[in-house]
Each structure stands twice: as structure tokens, then as C-alpha cells.
């Protein structure tokens, strides 16, 4: 019977275009999934996924920033590994700033970690799209001191020298 209306529990429904139910995206199950686990079961799970780089690469940046909270941010390097380049970004502006400044420590925590999770995307990142948090960095924490020739120069431990 075309066109015929269904009465059920009070609603009119069309056999023709019934109700669409509301469709969960798979990214936003495992999302759920993943916050109501463990921060080790979360990993453990995400890495025993099929394709885990594309699913992490596909996750909101909110969604993956949570994630890593969650997993705990020393436990984090196979996420960090696996994340896109504006989740590095969205990660690094939220745990960098403080107010309108930019924390150094945790800066040295997180470029840290991002370079033991990818040395080699690390450094393209850092030169690309982290140059202004690069220079700015190098900026406040290097200190350069050139000698002469013939000057005697005694260093602590805490620097390193380029001769």
C-alpha cells in the first residue's frame, strides 16, 4: 500500500520514507569506547586496531587530546607517533600556554616527546609548520658564546660545545 501512514505509539510514519535513525559514526563509538576504558586498555586497544594510523589521524584533535590525557602523557609516544600534524598543533596549544605565554618546561616536556615519537616528521614539523615555536624556543634557550682563538673557556656540564 503505497503511500500508507503507520500509526505507532502516537507518531505517524510514512512506509515510504520511514524515520532515519540517527547514525553513529564508527570513529565516535570507538571514541566512546575508549574513554570508558582504562588509559593502558585505551592504547592497548587502539593499537591492536587495524589500521590504528589512520583511525588516530582521523580522530577530531579534541577527541585525540583527551586521549592522551587520558593514556597519560609519558605512555603516549605511539599516539604522538600516529597523530596528524594539527593534532601536534592543537596538543602543543593547549599544554603550552599559560594565559599569553608560552610555558617553557612543558615546551621542552612535548617537543621532547613529539621527537621520540618521530625524529624524522619531528624535525620536518619543527622547520615547517613549528618554525615560529622553533625560533622562539631556540630563542630563550640557547645562549651562544663565540670565543677567540687563543681564550681559555671553562663550560658546565649543562653545555655542549661545537668546535
Avoid: C
Avoid at 49 to 76: A, H, T
Avoid at 145 to 159: G, H, I, P, Q, S
Wanted: aromatic share 10%; hydrophobic share 35%; charged share 35%.
Amino acid at each position: 500500500m503505497e503511500g500508507e501512514a503507520l500509526i505507532k505509539d502516537g507518531e505517524q510514519k510514512s512506509k515510504e520514507h520511514p524515520s532515519p535513525k540517527p547514525m553513529v559514526r564508527p570513529e565516535t563509538e570507538l571514541v566512546r569506547e575508549l574513554f570508558s576504558i582504562s588509559g593502558s586498555e585505551a592504547l592497548k586497544r587502539v593499537l591492536d586496531l587495524d589500521d590504528p594510523d589512520r583511525i588516530i589521524q582521523e580522530m577530531n584533535r579534541v577527541d585525540f587530546f583527551w586521549l592522551v590525557k587520558k593514556i597519560g602523557e609519558e605512555d603516549s609516544l605511539p599516539l604522538l607517533n600516529m597523530a596528524s600534524p594539527e593534532q601536534w598543533e592543537y596538543l602543543l596549544d593547549m599544554e603550552l600556554w599559560q594565559r599569553d605565554r608560552i610555558d617553557l618546561d612543558q615546551a621542552t616536556d612535548w617537543l621532547g616527546r613529539m621527537r621520540q615519537a618521530d625524529p624524522g616528521r619531528f624535525v620536518g614539523w619543527l622547520l615547517s609548520h613549528g618554525e615560529s615555536l622553533a625560533y622562539y624556543y631556540f630563542f630563550k634557550n640557547v645562549h651562544v658564546e663565540v670565543r677567540n682563538k687563543d681564550e681559555a673557556y671553562d663550560l658546565t656540564n649543562k653545555f655542549i660545545t661545537l668546535n
